[in-house]
């Protein structure tokens, strides 16, 4: 199994474009999760989906972010528009629950610098 | 109140000494907990998870918990410098379903 793939793993945009983050989960996972890590803030949930069905958006920081999961084998995060505040990686990850079993996998991460 | 608390460290100690990472959290509803390794530049990677009061060993890694005083620790014996990471620790929350809250790491330096 290749794992969670991200796309891109780096990008470098100006203030006020919109960016695009795409994910595909691990086959057969029915959660996946939207995360970003900074330093400051530590690894913070965003969004996180099961059979597609975005189920707590709460983390999400303002209208400025959304997200999609059009099937069970991608999902998007969007940017519109980008602040340089928005610098960060941005993992994806995804699970099976199989009672107490939450393992999350992450994909390797998406760098994302905004100037 | 931070839900999921760790000191970020650093926290050094020598080749082959015994290295202890402590969390506290604050929802006492939480009943699955889960340490993380990440490497620099890496995604995180599950090394331990825990659901019962008391201890889980898993070859050099053992896992400690203690819900009545909302605490849980992860002790890595013979710490070698391939152990140098940041670990976090992850706790399921009340009726969230499969959603972790992460704590913000710690930091380990294995020395040579």
């Known amino acids: 199994d290749a794992g969670v793939i991200q796309s891109p793993r780096h990008e470098v945009t100006e203030m006020g474009q919109e960016v695009t983050l795409r994910c595909k989960p691990i086959s057969g996972h029915d959660y996946l999760f939207w995360y970003r890590q900074t330093m400051m803030r530590g690894l913070e949930l965003l969004i996180y989906?099961?059979?597609?069905?975005?189920?707590?958006d709460s983390g999400m920081p303002e209208d400025r972010f959304s997200a999609k999961m059009p099937n069970a084998s991608f999902s998007t995060l969007k940017i519109q528009p980008s602040e340089p505040r928005d610098s960060a990686v941005y993992f994806c990850?995804?699970?099976?629950?199989?009672?107490?079993?939450?393992?999350?996998?992450f994909g390797p991460g998406t760098r994302l610098t905004v100037l | 109140q931070k839900e999921v608390e760790q000191n970020s460290g650093p926290l050094s100690v020598p080749e082959g000494a015994i290295a202890s990472l402590n969390c506290t959290y604050s929802?006492?509803?939480?009943?699955?907990f889960f340490w993380y390794r990440q490497y620099s530049g890496k995604s995180p990677e599950l090394i331990m998870s825990?659901?019962?009061?008391g201890d889980k060993e898993d070859g050099r890694f053992t896992a400690q918990l203690n819900k009545a005083s909302q605490y849980v620790s992860l002790l890595i014996r013979d710490s070698q410098p391939s152990d140098s990471a940041t670990y976090l620790c992850a706790v399921t929350s009340t009726g969230g379903g499969n959603k972790l809250t992460f704590g913000t790491g710690t930091q380990l330096k294995v020395e040579l």
């Open positions: 929802d006492r509803g939480s009943q699955s």
């Open positions: 990850a995804s699970s099976l629950a199989l009672g107490e079993w939450h393992e999350q996998f």
């Open positions: 825990i659901y019962s009061n």
């Open positions: 989906f099961n059979n597609n069905v975005p189920i707590d």
